[in-house]
């Protein structure tokens, strides 16, 4: 395969264009070294971001280095900044909470699926800068949002890469949640 046939299948692959049969052929395929190298340039290709894409979090949020060289969770439709990649982007998105069976039927359309009211919540969580649906999760009331990705750039540019990863603010990439740091510094702004 050539590298622009390449890229073009990593682009139809990225924008979700190619049907199950396809992806399921290209998962059998035998990785070469050089697929998270076609893989970034289809991403850079893609996004506003260019080649400052570290990593993809989701359907439309990118880890990216920023100019200053700290790494930000943006989303890929209008570039919003959610911040710090160890931090939970969910403590800075717009969230619609579904918790009444009207609610829920707005969405499930068949009482049986149906949450529990009273048990169960439904979070949409939105962008803030164009309100682009990033995630969906049905919990118990109360319970925290879900972290569903903690990115080890290290892990993934040194050990897997054998490249250099990207450096945070202290020169080396912690590996850490920093999401309850976050959190505590509210109760003292």
């Known amino acids: 395969m050539s590298e622009r046939a390449s890229r073009d299948v990593l682009r139809d692959l990225e924008t979700s264009r190619m049907s199950w049969g396809e992806v399921r ?4 395929q035998e990785k070469t070294p050089d697929r998270f190298a076609e893989y970034h340039a289809a991403l850079a290709e893609a996004t506003p971001f260019g080649d400052d894409v570290l990593l993809r979090l989701g359907e439309y949020l990118y880890v990216v280095r920023e100019a200053d ?3 930000t969770v943006r989303c890929g439709e209008c570039s919003h900044a959610f911040g710090d990649p160890r931090v939970n982007w969910k403590l800075s998105a717009r969230v619609r909470i579904r918790r ?3 609610e829920f039927m ?5 009482e049986e699926v149906c949450p529990e009211p009273g048990i169960a919540e439904v979070r ?10 990033l995630s969906v999760e049905c919990v118990p009331i109360g319970y925290p949002p879900v972290f569903e990705f903690l990115p080890d750039l290290a892990s993934v540019y040194e050990d897997i890469l054998g490249q250099s990863a990207p450096a945070d603010e202290d020169g080396k990439w912690v590996f850490e949640d920093r999401t309850l740091q976050a959190v505590q510094k509210w109760g003292t702004a």
């Open 69 to 71: 060289g700290t790494h």
């Open 100 to 102: 009444t069976l009207e």
């Open 106 to 110: 707005e969405i499930y359309h068949y």
């Open 124 to 133: 949409e969580y939105l962008c803030p800068g164009c309100f682009t649906l």
């Open 25 to 28: 052929e290209i998962l059998r």
